[in-house]
């Protein structure tokens, strides 16, 4: 590894330092200064200018927003999620209760998503033009347009409820046996699979076919290699820096695919409990949950352009 | 690349069937959003028949809800707020993406650099995530969804417009324009914008797509709009407990979703090969 590389990683880290930073105030601003109140929301019908002020003043609500922006900050750096005034406990633990949940969901779509994806994505590459390559693609476009919430009931429809072979909710007892497990995450995992897999095959097929049209891949193929050695060996290390890139920005739609069916297989997930607090407009709970999932996403993309950087052989 | 006066070439208008068929179902929910008042049979909000997820009869062309209402009236109102919706949303964003994009390839320098950054935060919160801060912010109501949709389509229409601008700003006939003393917004209009209106437009498309789908995941998480009023998203919320009847009040405003989606997907995926390899 040498000095370029390092300092070019170097950057891309600060540059993600400072998006999470400017992301945080995004959130953070957005959520505080668009009109709707936290105190009015609590108390709802019994609301009165006197007790609204009160309460307020309780929750620290009347000190200016950008104070409380630097206490909510430096309370998410040393670990001090906030307080959800909603179901009145600390954010910290009804974090921790759900987002191993999310993390499952996630790791088992990504572990069967990546490889089948750009498994698909190649494999329509290398016979370029093929009836094989048509249906993958035409595949593709039909799950890019298909709504995750249709995909998941037209699941539930025809599992649940006519073949009767899955449970239409995802919850799932402490004491449950691997076969309940197992039957309980199909589906969702199924919905996220299609929702997510569709973007990265198209990519993946796209970086490669990029690939192909370059010089060092036709001389390749004056030298007599083979369609698949041709995209094995020449034409794919190449591409590793936009099929990575695929994948990082892939992560995007399955966040979204997350929250839906969370929500749909009443999943006890991250995504699902935000959800719940937007709709009883529990601040603290959705800052920092979306906070969670920006830090996330920022991760993974970072790592995906340290991974693109990393495999350019131009700077080996 | 060398530009000099194109040749006048024969523009041969070849459609293939599928865009044909594509276009047709696009109009076709274009001129229903449009009409929606005139087409429906019975106002939205009535509870017509006392039969519950009833089925598809002459009557109710597409059966009743979970509350007896004609399913048929309502999903022909829900494609004006779907539709509606996202597409007063498209128009707000492609102006204000277009026009920031325009400006910082036709000025370049720090002006590009700082407008860029500030805009790529955005691209650092995934969608969903920033329509539900927003609506969470802003509670739900019509003006908020489509505040939320134009902050977070935006971005994207800004980076697209910026990366294609960029590239004819180098070219030859940019400079001879400069050389011969026009301003920044001369060139921005009359000599960048032309040549790139096209790829522009497809690019719409397939963002309008993702539109549709994120208002009507919003309307699904029962976040968008709100009842008794409902958009396609919301008509599929509200008849869930329908799934077990097998109630065309789910599956029906999920296949219009799906229709509209896709023809969009295969019009764009079947433009002329000239636009779509500016696409990629």
Not at chain 1, 33 to 48: I, N, S, Y
Not at chain 1, 199 to 212: G, K, T, W
Not at chain 2, 189 to 199: A, K, R, Y
Request: proline share 5%; net charge neutral; aromatic share 10%.
């Amino acid at each position: 590894m040498n000095k370029r590389i390092l300092e070019m990683i170097g950057g891309r880290l600060a540059v993600a330092v400072l998006s999470l930073f400017l992301v945080s105030l995004a959130v953070f601003f957005i959520t505080e200064l668009l009109p709707g109140d936290t105190a009015q929301e609590l108390l709802g019908q019994a609301v009165t200018t006197e007790a609204a002020a009160q309460l307020r003043e309780t929750l620290g609500l009347d000190r200016p927003a950008i104070l409380r922006y630097f206490e909510w900050i430096f309370g998410l750096l040393t670990g001090d999620l906030g307080y959800s005034h909603v179901s009145d406990r600390p954010v910290a633990n009804l974090v921790a209760e759900r987002l191993p949940n999310s993390l499952t969901l996630a790791a088992i779509t990504m572990a069967i998503t990546i490889p089948l994806a750009l498994g698909l994505g190649i494999v329509a590459a290398i016979w370029r033009g093929s009836i094989f390559d048509r249906a993958i693609s035409s595949a593709a476009i039909m799950l890019v347009s298909f709504p995750e919430f249709m995909i998941a009931t037209l699941l539930v429809m025809w599992l649940s409820v006519y073949m009767q072979w899955l449970p239409a909710l995802s919850f799932i007892p402490a004491t449950a046996d691997f076969r309940t497990i197992v039957l309980a995450f199909i589906m969702p995992v199924s919905v996220l699979v299609f929702g997510s897999c569709s973007q990265m095959i198209r990519l993946s097929r796209a970086a490669i076919a990029d690939a192909m049209a370059t010089p060092y891949v036709e001389m390749a193929v004056l030298k007599g290699a083979s369609r698949g050695r041709m995209v094995l060996r020449h034409a794919l290390p190449n591409s590793v820096a936009p099929i990575v890139n695929s994948v990082a920005l892939s992560m995007s739609g399955l966040l979204g695919g997350v929250i839906i069916v969370e929500t749909v297989f009443n999943y006890p997930g991250l995504a699902k409990l935000m959800v719940d607090g937007v709709s009883t407009r529990d601040m603290p709970l959705i800052q920092t949950c979306s906070m969670i999932f920006c830090g996330f996403y920022l991760v993974l993309i970072t790592a995906a352009d340290i991974i693109a950087i990393l495999s350019n052989p131009r700077l080996r | 690349m060398t530009v000099s006066a194109a040749p006048r070439r024969k523009i041969r208008m070849h459609i293939r069937p599928i865009a044909a068929v594509c276009l047709a179902v696009v109009l076709f929910w274009t001129i229903v959003a449009m009409f929606a008042p005139l087409l429906v049979h019975y106002p939205v909000g009535d509870m017509v028949s006392y039969d519950y997820f009833g089925p598809m009869s002459g009557e109710y062309w597409l059966g009743t809800d979970y509350l007896g209402r004609d399913i048929y009236s309502r999903l022909i109102v829900g494609a004006r707020y779907t539709i509606g919706i996202a597409f007063v949303g498209l128009i707000l964003a492609a102006l204000i993406g277009i026009t920031l994009g325009l400006l910082a390839a036709a000025f370049g320098g720090l002006f590009d650099m700082v407008l860029s950054r500030a805009i790529d935060t955005f691209v650092g919160i995934p969608n969903l995530l920033l329509a539900l801060v927003i609506v969470a912010g802003g509670g739900s109501s019509i003006p908020i969804l489509i505040f939320a949709i134009t902050i977070i389509f935006f971005p994207g229409c800004f980076r697209f417009t910026r990366s294609m601008a960029v590239n004819v700003n180098a070219l030859d006939f940019i400079s001879a324009a400069r050389a011969r003393g026009e301003g920044h917004f001369y060139v921005m209009i009359h000599e960048i914008l032309p040549n790139i209106v096209g790829p522009i437009m497809a690019d719409l498309g397939l963002r309008f797509v993702h539109i549709i789908l994120l208002l009507s995941g919003l309307s699904f998480l029962g976040l968008g709009v709100q009842p008794p009023f409902a958009d396609w998203g919301g008509l599929v919320r509200e008849n869930m407990i329908g799934i077990s009847y097998g109630s065309p009040a789910v599956v029906v405003p999920s296949l219009a979703l799906a229709s509209l989606a896709l023809a969009i997907n295969l019009l764009i995926d079947n433009l002329p090969q000239r636009i779509r390899d500016q696409l990629e």
